[in-house]
């Protein structure tokens, strides 16, 4: 089955700064790419998913790259800040017919300081 | 999206003692799926519910111990049997569908006493 590396575990940044997650997946079939945050008491939030056919993927201060050979998979948050604070999981999956099961990273906890 | 509501937010249980969260979705769904969070972990997956036909449970989980229901396409329900404190974790309901994104719960959080 699939397998997901997450690194740091945790990070601490200072307000402005950039903070940058790697994950890693073993299955070369996985073809979707999820990240989530997490805040306190909270579930999981869908921040932003890249697929398979695409390298780059931005959406305001985050974006997400992958490299499909390497197999591994990134999150950039540029200008944080101290709402940014939360713990982000990726995940990984084969995105089709009969397929649905995401596997996760074992997350990151971000402290942005102000 | 999906809108996803899930009671109860919180509770905290006699060991010995069975809880049933409840998984309702504004809209019609293929799969829903429950995941454990056990303090400061990932979320691991207990079991995906199909509706009109029996949960598949992932290694390490069984029917007897999280028996689900899954009666139509918009709910779901998971029960947590016989408690015991190493059962106190966030519980999360999750949906999907094909070639889209997984909308989470706001969870259940359990504290068995």
Same mark, same amino acid.
């Given at each position: 089955?699939?397998? !997901? ?13 950039? =903070? ?7 299955? %070369?079939? %996985?073809?979707?790419? @999820?990240?989530?945050? +997490?805040?306190?008491?909270?579930? @999981? ?8 056919? !695409? ?14 050979? =390497? ?20 995940? =990984?999956?084969? *995105?089709?017919?009969?397929?649905? $099961? ?13 | ?16 003692? %069975?809880?049933?969260? +409840?998984?309702?979705?504004?809209? $019609? ?12 972990? *990932? ?5 995906? =519910? ?18 689900? *229901? ?10 947590? %049997? ?32």
């Amino acid at each position: 089955g699939e397998n !997901v590396e997450q690194h740091p575990s945790t990070l601490s940044v200072q307000e402005g700064d950039s =903070a940058v997650i790697k994950c890693t997946y073993s299955d %070369s079939a %996985s073809n979707y790419f @999820p990240w989530y945050k +997490q805040e306190l008491g909270k579930g @999981p939030q869908l921040i932003i998913d890249i697929r398979s056919n !695409v390298g780059e993927k931005k959406d305001q201060r985050i974006a997400v790259t992958l490299n499909k050979t =390497a197999k591994h998979f990134s999150l950039h948050i540029t200008e944080t800040q101290p709402e940014d604070s939360a713990v982000y999981f990726c995940a =990984a999956k084969y *995105s089709g017919a009969g397929s649905y $099961q995401l596997t996760f990273g074992k997350g990151t906890k971000l402290s942005v300081i102000p | 999206s999906a809108v996803i509501s899930q009671k109860p937010s919180r509770d905290i249980c006699q060991r010995g003692t %069975s809880l049933t969260i +409840q998984c309702q979705v504004d809209s $019609q769904v293929t799969m829903m799926f429950w995941y454990r969070q056990q303090p400061g972990q *990932s979320l691991t997956l207990i079991a995906t =519910a199909n509706q009109g036909s029996e949960a598949t449970y992932e290694s390490g989980f069984v029917i007897d111990k999280f028996p689900i *229901s899954r009666p139509n396409l918009t709910f779901s329900t998971l029960t947590v %049997s016989n408690m015991s404190p190493e059962d106190s974790s966030i519980y999360l309901c999750s949906v999907d569908r094909v070639n889209t994104e997984a909308f989470f719960g706001q969870g259940t959080r359990l504290t068995v006493v």
